[in-house]
């Protein structure tokens, strides 16, 4: 398969992201693969609990996290070796196949936990794949001032997919049971697969130097006058670290000269030229992304500040609002209209992203919106009642759908374009492996001493993201591009 490659634009000649035809081809792929994921977990779901007992459709439902999480790092590095576009076109051929042939199987006979289990397990590995290569597809389809207005469009096809993609499941189910809802998800995700082919890919933009930053995105500028001795030693390092980035130029550009060699014979993605040109081991390549993350003064503390806030964000927003929502009265639609103001929040920031394209001191108001939504978090336990609980839901959903899309935002834009499927996949596992972690313990927690102070608790885990955002002064000072 030809990737179709297109130089990339100047800033100011760019296109918004919203207007760009094809980031909107991109953007409807991705829309239609994600309203199939939900409509294929509703029909696992319904097919696993005809099939056995809650016990066994809860483990059917939960058996594709162990491989997604055990292989997302090795996801990250196929990302970046072979090219994002290929790796999402290949993935959704193979999570297709897989529910059209369960779909297939089931109009044929009745479903079985270990079909069940098995097409859970596919699905688990593909998506250890597609996560990460989800996740570096944005800079190869538009410009790197318009990535945070991606991120926004992002954040409101995933709402949508959420709203959409449960009723449609449950159609699906009433008119024909599990078999004519894992057919529907089948078409769903097919119909991102001639969009994604359309999509045309930029060229990876080169590495910027400037007396600012080296290329591990090091900031070499001082704070203030520390004195002549320290001036004479950042001078120093400043021009040690400048000659090192004029000699990685000259490297780059002999990989770029080989890149387009490999363009013109369908080769996708300058990462993946770069490690077979070598022939580097995948071992090595993921290593390298990991000392490049650690090395980074933006990355690393950006994604530790995302785990952090994960960690005290998924246990009370998921297990967490249920018990409460119990204990309080509230009833199963009173939680519904919860998480509706939660996703209306979200949604808004989403939206607000979208449109503005670009906010200000990005790291300063990621971290404020974090410490933010993690005291609304706290407070969210102590309301007198449903109509509170939805306000400070609302707001909870506003602060955390903006310091989600900010922090995605800053990764897209931070991260070197060659190693974001590394990165994605580092991110990936903070939110997809380590937060989840927190929703038994959060449960087993309130149990013992009760919503408040768990709430309370978690809320404080998720302020430390905020406060090490604030503390980091790279992180604290990071932009977004104009």
Sequence with gaps: MTATVIPSAPASAARPAHRDGNVLRWLGAYTSSMIGDNVYYIAL??????????????????????????????????????????????????????????AAVLFAAGPGLWLLTLVSIVFGTVDAVFMPAVGALPARVTSRDQLARVQGMRGLAIRFANVVGAPLGGLGVALGGAAAAFGL????????????????????????????????????????????????????????????????????????DERHVRVAVGEDGAGAVAGKAAGAPAWRDLRDGLRYIRRHRVLAPLIAAIALGDLGFVGP???????????????????????????????????????????????????????????????????????????????????????????????????????????????????????PLSMPLTAAAIGWWGTGPVFVTSAAVCGLGGVLALCVRDLRRAELPR
């Design 317 to 435: 927003l998921n297990v967490g609002l249920t018990l409460l929502a119990d204990r309080r009265g509230w009833g199963a639609s009173g939680m519904g209209w919860v998480l509706a103001g939660f996703g209306t929040g979200a949604g808004v920031a989403a939206l607000l992203l979208t449109m503005r394209g670009r906010l200000p001191h990005a790291g300063r108001l990621a971290a404020v919106t974090i410490l933010g939504g993690s005291v609304a978090i706290g407070a969210l336990a102590f309301v007198p009642n449903v109509a509170a609980a939805i306000g400070v839901a609302l707001l909870v959903g506003l602060l955390a759908g903006l310091s989600g899309a900010l922090c995605g935002a800053l990764l897209q834009t931070q991260a070197d374009p060659a190693y974001l499927g590394r990165v994605s996949a580092v991110a990936g596992i903070v939110s997809l492996g380590l937060a």
């Design 185 to 256: 998800a089948g078409m769903l995700i097919a119909i991102s697969v001639p969009l994604l082919i359309s999509v045309r890919m930029r060229e990876l933009p080169a590495h910027d130097v400037d007396d600012a930053h080296d290329v591990d995105g090091v900031d070499v500028a001082d704070d203030g006058v520390g004195g002549a001795g320290a001036a004479e030693g950042h001078a120093r390092v400043a021009a040690d670290r400048v000659a090192g980035a004029h000699a990685r130029v000259a490297a780059d550009r002999a990989v770029e």
């Design 45 to 102: 779901s319904w097919a696993a609990v005809q099939s056995g007992t809650p016990t066994q459709a809860g483990l059917v439902m939960t058996v594709s996290a162990v491989p997604r999480a055990l292989l997302m790092l090795g996801g990250g590095v196929v990302a970046d070796r072979f090219g994002p576009r290929r790796v999402v076109i290949g993935s959704d051929v193979v999570r297709c196949a897989a529910v059209l042939a369960v």
